[in-house]
């Protein structure tokens, strides 16, 4: 057997063992920004030592789930952009679409509070911030939402809600496939539940493949 060869599944046991850490990390740290590397080793299925060959201490480990994250989140949004849309439908689109990634915000939003700063964290989720706060200011000029809330404010609660609701899908208390999320955020924006309803079953008919 070649070296080559020999090489290709040490190369593919260690990819497999990196992503299995940050894939736990990313569950863990959401639910206790507190967890030690220790425990993250154990809950991941791999010994220390391994651990720490691929992230030398717990500041690689979290700059590595930042920038996991930050590339999801510009990726999930870009693909969900819908900016020729009705204001309503790119709103249901935005916030269908997020829904897979809200372990990704939930997880950042927990490390703001004492690994990665606020500053950090914010940058990461601007993308998403900036493109929920322009649809907002969009439906509000278009009046498709009232605007008794300025659109960033909205936006800032709005994304508070998301991350309330997936904290209760994880801890058992309620179960949604984005959809809910959607025609929550929607009537949350101020539009009639039944118009919400409406249009997030034809954003989800329209979406294939989630």
Request: glycine share 6%; no cysteine; proline share 5%.
């Amino acid at each position: 057997m070649s070296k080559s060869v020999a090489r290709e599944p040490l190369r593919s046991n260690a990819r497999s063992n990196r992503a299995r850490i940050l894939a736990t990390a990313r569950r863990e740290l959401g639910r206790d920004p507190d967890v030690t590397l220790e425990e993250l080793a154990k809950a991941a299925g791999v010994v220390r030592r391994t651990l720490f060959g691929h992230f030398p201490g717990r500041a690689a480990l979290l700059e590595a789930l930042a920038e996991e994250a930050a590339e999801t989140l510009r990726s999930t949004v870009a693909a969900a952009s819908r900016p020729t849309e009705p204001a309503d439908r790119a709103l249901a689109y935005f916030a269908y679409s997020i829904w897979p990634v809200g372990d990704r915000y939930r997880m950042l939003l927990a490390l703001a509070r004492r690994d990665l700063g606020a500053e950090r964290v914010a940058e990461i989720l601007s993308v998403a911030r900036d493109e929920i706060t322009a649809v907002l200011e969009r439906g509000q000029r278009d009046g498709v939402f009232p605007a008794h809330l300025p659109a960033p404010v909205l936006s800032a609660g709005l994304e508070a809600m998301s991350v309330a609701l997936l904290e209760q899908v994880n801890a058992g208390a309620w179960e949604d496939d984005g959809t809910r999320l959607a025609v929550a955020t929607l009537v949350a924006a101020g539009v009639p539940e039944g118009r919400a309803a409406t249009v997030v079953a034809e954003v989800v008919s329209a979406t294939p493949g989630r």
